[in-house]
């Protein structure tokens, strides 16, 4: 079974800062999609940034990028120049292609501090 | 576009009650989803619809009922509400297959006391 693991509960930086979440998966297939998606206090769920894992070149989204590390199963995102309204819950989700459904990690709650 | 839009925002209800989450999406989509989020937890699939007239179970179904009679509408059943059922629902939908990025609703909060 496919399972999706971020070993980081919390998470406080200072802001400017740059910060590294970290998400590792477990998977026998070769063909899938990886995600960061960001939960602010507002509950609202957001995509940050996606990569598909066919793709060498790693992701990035303006100050959001990924360390895409396919044989080691990692799939880190970076945020540089933190900003105070980057404080959320982050949640590292994973999707096998063909598959209907995608797995969430836990999440890592990541507080920018002014 | 509305997107992905859930009704109520919040509900309190007493145990054994019943009640309908409802979630509309206006994007065309056929895939969509009912997750739920315990405090501090990540997100669990409770039910999932593929396309109209589709449904199956996910991780943790037992409890809640599903239909799906359209396209934009995937309104989720709670049948005698237990206080394990406090938690936050998301609906979400997903285009079509081969796209694989997910629409949230804004969520409904549920307590049940």
């Known amino acids: 079974a496919q399972t999706v693991t971020q070993s980081q509960p919390e998470m406080s930086v200072q802001e400017a800062e740059t910060v590294t979440l970290s998400c590792t998966y477990d998977?026998?297939?070769?063909?899938?999609?990886l995600f960061w998606y960001k939960q602010p206090p507002s509950r609202q769920m957001i995509l940050v940034i996606r990569?598909?894992?066919?793709?060498?070149q790693n992701a990035t989204e303006n100050r959001f990028s990924v360390n895409f590390q396919k044989a080691a199963k990692s799939f880190s995102l970076k945020i540089s120049d933190s900003q105070l309204g980057d404080t959320a819950m982050y949640f590292c989700a994973f999707n096998m292609n063909r598959d209907d459904k995608i797995i969430f990690g836990k999440g890592t709650r990541l507080h920018i501090l002014p | 576009n509305a997107g992905v839009t859930q009704t109520p925002k919040f509900r309190i209800l007493k145990i054994g009650q019943s009640m309908t989450l409802q979630c509309t999406q206006d994007m065309n989509h056929n895939y969509m989803y009912w997750y739920r989020q315990d405090p501090g937890m990540g997100l669990k699939l409770i039910y999932y619809?593929?396309?109209?007239?589709?449904?199956d179970k996910g991780e943790v179904p037992n409890g809640y009922n599903v239909s799906r009679s359209t396209t934009e509408d995937f309104p989720l059943r709670l049948e005698l509400a237990a206080p394990s059922q406090t938690s936050v629902y998301f609906c979400?939908?997903?285009?079509?297959?081969?796209?694989?990025?997910?629409?949230f609703g804004p969520g409904t909060r549920l307590t049940v006391t």
């Open positions: 979400a939908s997903r285009p079509r297959q081969g796209e694989y990025e997910q629409y």
């Open positions: 990569q598909e894992a066919y793709k060498q």
């Open positions: 998977t026998s297939e070769s063909n899938y999609y």
């Open positions: 619809s593929v396309g109209a007239g589709i449904t």
